[in-house]
């Protein structure tokens, strides 16, 4: 089983990326995106349950970033908006076989599966 992040990049403030998530071999209960910027701690970002519309996001992204899956592919994607040079940092995708209540879904240790990362740069 594999979780295949990309999309990263170099970006303008204001400017906006999407990043994809291919899970290999099976779909996940729950899937999630964390990111974690030198020197800091791995932080959450956004979250949601492969069934039904459950999605939780960081306030730090709120109205910003959007999380959503394409069933055809069984890929998750973080479409991020607005974005602000705080939001520079290596980009994880996570994924745990369990649709996780609401209020585990920010948790890291919540999850058995994590992505390579991908790094998101915005800066002028």
């Known amino acids: 089983v594999q979780l295949q992040a990309s999309g990263g990049g170099l970006v303008q403030p204001g400017g906006s990326l999407r990043l994809s998530c291919a899970a290999s071999g099976r779909t996940f209960g729950t899937y999630a995106w964390f990111r974690q910027a030198p020197g800091k701690e791995r932080e959450f970002v956004a979250a949601?349950?492969?069934?039904?519309?459950?999605?939780t996001y960081a306030d730090s992204v709120k109205g910003r970033f959007t999380i959503s899956r394409d069933y055809g592919s069984n890929a998750a994607f973080l479409q991020m908006n607005s974005l602000k040079p705080e939001d520079t940092a290596f980009y994880y995708c996570?994924?745990?076989?369990?649709?996780?209540?609401?209020?585990?879904?920010?948790?890291?240790?919540?999850?058995?599966?994590w992505g390579q990362g991908t790094q998101v740069t915005v800066s002028s």
């Open positions: 949601f349950r492969w069934s039904g519309s459950t999605k």
């Open positions: 996570a994924a745990t076989s369990r649709s996780l209540i609401l209020s585990s879904m920010a948790h890291k240790n919540a999850y058995d599966y």
